[in-house]
């Protein structure tokens, strides 16, 4: 069964500062895709990054960047410069061509001024 | 940009009623998708749907539920017979014709009170 595992349920992070989220996965298959989704108070599902598995470079999206180690099924988020409007949920999410995506269970992710 | 609209944003319904959540997805994507999340909780899959048929369905997707295409725009989320555990997020979600493999693009979500 493929899973997704975020263990870390709460974190914080001071303004400016820079935070890693963890998230591991389990999978057989050697082809997918894996992505971090922010939910604000608002619950839209909003994507921040995506990481095709076939790509060794990590991807980067502005201060938002990961960490993929496919051989430990690791795909962390660093979020660099942190910023009051990143406070919000972080959920890590997977696919394997199966037309589904699983999601971790979230970090939540607070930001202090 | 292109988005997927969801109506409507909150429904409050009684026990043993039946919903209808519409969504709009983005007009050249071709697979579709419905999610819930209960409060709290995290995202979980419901079902799938590409050329007009379920892809695959969560064991969650059962026969009270039901999705369609009606007119080639919406996709809608048929629930039968609202139970209080149906209280929840839904959300719809579409991607490109590359279908699993790419990103899929949610909706605001509708909330959904079952009273």
């Known amino acids: 069964a493929q899973t997704v595992t975020q263990s870390q349920p709460e974190m914080s992070v001071q303004e400016a500062e820079t935070v890693t989220l963890s998230c591991t996965y389990d999978?057989?298959?050697?082809?997918?895709?894996l992505f971090w989704y922010k939910q604000p108070p608002s619950r839209q599902m909003i994507l921040v990054i995506r990481?095709?598995?076939?790509?060794?470079q990590n991807a980067t999206e502005n201060r938002f960047s990961v960490n993929f180690q496919k051989a430990a099924k690791s795909f962390s988020l660093k979020i660099s410069d942190s910023q009051l409007g990143d406070t919000a949920m972080y959920f890590c999410?997977?696919?394997?061509?199966?037309?589904?995506?699983?999601f971790g269970t979230g970090t939540r992710l607070k930001v202090l001024a | 940009e292109p988005e997927v609209t969801q109506t409507p944003s909150h429904q409050v319904t009684q026990m043993g009623q039946e919903v209808i959540l519409r969504c709009v997805p983005i007009s050249n994507h071709l697979y579709f998708y419905w999610y819930r999340q209960i409060l709290g909780q995290k995202v979980e899959f419901l079902v799938s749907f590409y050329n007009n048929e379920i892809s695959e369905k969560s064991e969650i997707f059962d026969d009270q539920f039901s999705v369609e295409r009606p007119d080639g725009s919406n996709f809608t989320l048929k629930i039968r017979s609202t139970k209080l555990e149906d209280s929840a997020m839904y959300f719809c979600a579409s991607s490109e014709p590359q279908g699993g493999l790419g990103e899929a693009f949610f909706g605001q979500g509708t909330r959904l009170t079952v009273v």
């Open positions: 990481q095709e598995a076939y790509k060794q």
């Open positions: 999978t057989s298959e050697n082809n997918y895709y």
């Open positions: 999410a997977f696919t394997a061509g199966t037309y589904k995506y699983i």
